[in-house]
């Protein structure tokens, strides 16, 4: 039973596109994260939200919309993709600040053309 | 700003040897350290964590030691195994936040 679920896993799209990727957790965790993986591998916070309200934004184009319709679910939409918005792209929960560890889903790779 | 770096962008260890990963930070402020693991195609795992009130946090084969002076903390693995070949990221936090700021990653390889 996945922990940290987000579909698609794969994503093809022309630039101009708008897209959006799905993630849920089954933990419980009041707190949940976008990341962006890019080229370079850097992993990069873009969003968070806690308890349904955004308590992070790491200056990410307003482009990208996360939205969080329950703690379990944090949703994130892109519009006008451009082509370097191709990356992997993470979503995580965890407890945070009292305990530590965040747990990861499996990524959703997204390739503009 | 990269305020955590791993400034080794890959390692090579014979199997059975230690392997030592290092992570240099910038910000004072971060009281919480984690190691995660990552595989080809999955998301990053958690391997190890530690808080800035201990220097040192062991668990089975993987121990991590903090030097808070010197804004530094390293991952050893002893004995390295061939299943460890991984991309390794280093993390860190400042209590009472939220933010995660994540290494660039080093690339364990683990030679047979």
């Known amino acids: 039973d996945t922990a940290v679920s987000q579909t698609p896993k794969y994503l093809v799209t022309q630039m101009g596109n708008d897209k959006s990727i799905k993630c849920e957790q089954n933990l419980g965790h009041d707190t949940m994260y976008w990341y962006k993986q890019d080229s370079k591998k850097f992993l990069k916070i873009m969003f968070s939200y806690n308890n349904k309200e955004l308590i992070i934004n790491e200056t990410v184009p307003n482009r990208f919309s996360p939205k969080s319709p329950d703690k379990a679910h944090l949703n994130l939409h892109i519009n006008s993709l451009e082509l370097g918005d191709s990356a992997v792209y993470f979503c995580?929960?965890?407890?945070?600040?009292?305990?530590?560890?965040?747990?990861f889903g499996e990524g959703s790779r997204l390739t503009v053309l | 700003d990269q305020q955590v770096k791993q400034n080794s962008p890959s390692l090579s260890v014979q199997e059975g040897r230690i392997s030592i990963l290092n992570c240099d930070y910038t910000?004072?402020?971060?009281?919480?350290f984690l190691w995660y693991k990552k595989y080809p195609a999955e998301g990053p795992t958690f391997l190890i964590s530690?808080?800035?009130?201990?220097d040192k946090n062991e668990d089975g084969r993987f121990t991590v030691f903090l030097n808070k002076s010197a804004k530094h903390l390293s991952l050893h693995i002893v004995p390295s195994q061939p299943g460890d070949s991984a991309v390794y990221f280093c993390?860190?936090?400042?209590?009472?936040?939220?933010?995660?700021?994540f290494g660039t990653g080093t690339r364990l390889k683990v030679l047979a």
């Open positions: 993390a860190a936090s400042a209590s009472g936040t939220y933010k995660y700021i």
């Open positions: 910000n004072s402020m971060f009281d919480y």
């Open positions: 530690i808080s800035s009130i201990k």
């Open positions: 995580a929960s965890g407890l945070p600040p009292d305990t530590g560890e965040l747990f």
